[in-house]
């Protein structure tokens, strides 16, 4: 089985060349790497690849910028694997993510979706463990067992009460994904919105215990510039309702509470309280109060 990795490009060339070398050095030889660029018009890009010269790697540049949703589907479109990870232009793969992969999928045919455990890199590629993924530790179900493999109500309640999954570095089985496009209307929320998605379709979601990932966090990804003007928070409000009328109609009760409940978004919201305080920003104190203490819905 060859193991496609699709890798939309914009950003540093530097950290560019990190993540395909950390392709390069996988300890399994069953891969195909295909990087599109976004037209980031960095010329030593091209020069990079012109100096690779792979056989197993594709380069090739958009027409037009197609932005994070359209550089996925188009991830999606060009892939011809049976599975795909369509990772970050920052992040890293270990050398066992493939050999992990692959194991997984002898094992676990049914897996929809697989989420490697991660480790969290800064800019300067030390390991940096934040709060955001100390709660996504907490939240992510245990694998001291061994994998995990969570389906239906289960597994839509877990994502719900709070997204611990790292989208970069989950593994789709390419008939599924092709079937799932993202929903209109949303920047933030789309990865989380095709993952519970998958599950409403009777998907399934395997979770495994070895780290095979790093992800690269910075100050200014697009969720965190949409932080403080509330967009962010206005958008996942938008999510979950409409994910919680469709979660009643399968009779979901524990996906339909924590739609309603949103509780990691509120105190997320809450913990930003302090800053926009300081920062003297009444419009966003504003915005975040209404979302940590608004009205609960969908959760008789």
Same mark, same amino acid.
Request: cysteine-free.
């Given at each position: 089985?060859?193991?496609?990795?699709?890798?939309?490009?914009?950003?540093?060339?530097?950290?560019?060349?990190?993540?395909?070398?950390?392709?390069?050095?996988?300890?399994?030889?069953?891969?195909?790497?295909?990087?599109?660029?976004?037209?980031?018009?960095?010329?030593?890009?091209?020069?990079?690849?012109?100096?690779?010269?792979?056989?197993?790697?594709?380069?090739?540049?958009?027409?037009?910028?197609?932005?994070?949703?359209?550089n996925f589907e188009k991830s999606v479109e060009l892939a011809t694997s049976d599975y795909l990870m369509v990772m970050g232009s920052d992040d890293v793969l270990l050398p066992n993510y493939v050999s992990g992969m692959e194991r997984a999928i002898r094992e676990h045919p049914e897996a929809d979706i697989i989420q490697p455990n991660v480790e969290t890199i800064g800019s300067n590629g030390r390991v940096r463990w934040n709060l955001a993924d100390r709660i996504k530790y907490l939240l992510r179900p245990s694998t001291a067992q061994g994998p995990v493999l969570l389906r239906g109500d289960e597994a839509a309640s877990r994502l719900l009460v709070g997204d611990w999954l790292y989208w970069p570095s989950l593994t789709f089985k390419r008939e599924t994904i092709s079937a799932t496009p993202f929903r209109d209307g949303y920047d933030v929320v789309l990865d989380l919105?095709?993952?519970?998605?998958? $599950?409403?379709?009777?998907?399934? %979601?395997?979770? /495994?215990?070895?780290?095979? @990932?790093?992800?690269?966090?910075?100050? +200014?990804?697009?969720?965190?510039?949409?932080?403080?003007?509330?967009?962010?928070?206005?958008?996942?409000?938008?999510?979950?309702?409409?994910?919680?009328?469709?979660?009643?109609?399968?009779?979901?009760?524990?996906?339909?509470?924590?739609?309603?409940?949103?509780?990691?978004?509120?105190?997320?919201?809450?913990?930003?309280?302090?800053?926009?305080?300081? $920062?003297?920003?009444?419009?966003? %104190?504003?915005? /975040?109060?209404?979302?940590? @203490?608004?009205?609960?819905?969908?959760? +008789?």
């Open positions: 089985m060859t193991f496609d990795i699709m890798l939309p490009y914009w950003g540093e060339p530097a950290y560019l060349f990190q993540t395909v070398e950390s392709v390069l050095a996988q300890d399994s030889d069953n891969w195909r790497l295909v990087v599109i660029d976004d037209r980031y018009g960095d010329p030593s890009v091209p020069e990079y690849f012109e100096r690779l010269d792979d056989p197993r790697i594709t380069y090739m540049v958009n027409e037009e910028n197609l932005g994070v949703a359209g919105g095709v993952v519970i998605d998958i $599950l409403l379709a009777g998907g399934t %979601l395997l979770v /495994l215990p070895d780290v095979t @990932f790093r992800y690269r966090r910075h100050d +200014e990804s697009v969720s965190s510039v949409k932080l403080l003007d509330g967009s962010r928070f206005a958008e996942e409000r938008d999510y979950f309702a409409r994910v919680g009328k469709e979660i009643k109609k399968r009779g979901w009760k524990k996906s339909r509470r924590a739609a309603g409940l949103y509780a990691t978004s509120r105190a997320h919201a809450l913990s930003l309280v302090p800053k926009a305080l300081r $920062l003297k920003n009444a419009d966003a %104190l504003r915005a /975040l109060l209404r979302h940590s @203490f608004g009205p609960v819905g969908n959760s +008789e």
